[in-house]
């Protein structure tokens, strides 16, 4: 008789409490779309492949700034300086303008938003998304990078903001909004001209795909 094993999940609360403990790098994912800039805060953001170069984040498909995020043809992943705990909380905010002031930012290629001070920007076109769960993987293929501030990183640590070398002043207790669960190349200001050009690929569509 074969015997039937039944894998139950784990209850919420458990769940959220045990991925506290992991502590995560934080980025700002930004675009331009329809003329406006948009961009939300992530920690879920991790390389996926080096050749070709993908990342990846994850979007939580109740969010407010996805649907305008996945019409992007270009993205940008900002990633945070240790400094950086007010913009990673202001673009997980709904109430505000995320790109008013403090929020420092100017226009790189093709208009998409680049924060300023950062550690580092990699500019990236739509590869892919699946929905899963609750939320929707984004992989975006990177055409270009820049090293930024130089600073130490920002991390997201058992509810908190902090740099990675030491500084958990930062930000302390629950930020109000949680984030999302979205080497040194050439400066994208020197991208060729071919990598912006390029045939243009399928817009980040919120629909289900199948993972082979």
Known sequence: MTETLVHRPVDQKRFRRT???HATGVVVVTARVDGRPVGLTATSFAPVSQDPPLVSFSADRSSATWPDLAQADL????????HQAVIADRFARNDIDRFAVPTAWHSGPAGVPLLEEVTAHLLAVPHGTVEIGDHTLVVGLVIGTRTGHGSAPLVYHDGKFASLWGDSSLWRGDPPHPPQSASSASSLAALPA???DA??????????????
Request: proline share 7%.
């Open 199 to 212: 045939p243009r690929r399928p817009r980040l569509r919120r629909r289900s795909a199948t993972a082979t």
């Open 75 to 82: 993205f940008a992943v900002n990633l945070l300086a240790g």
């Open 19 to 21: 991925l506290a403990l």
């Open 194 to 196: 071919v990598a912006l």
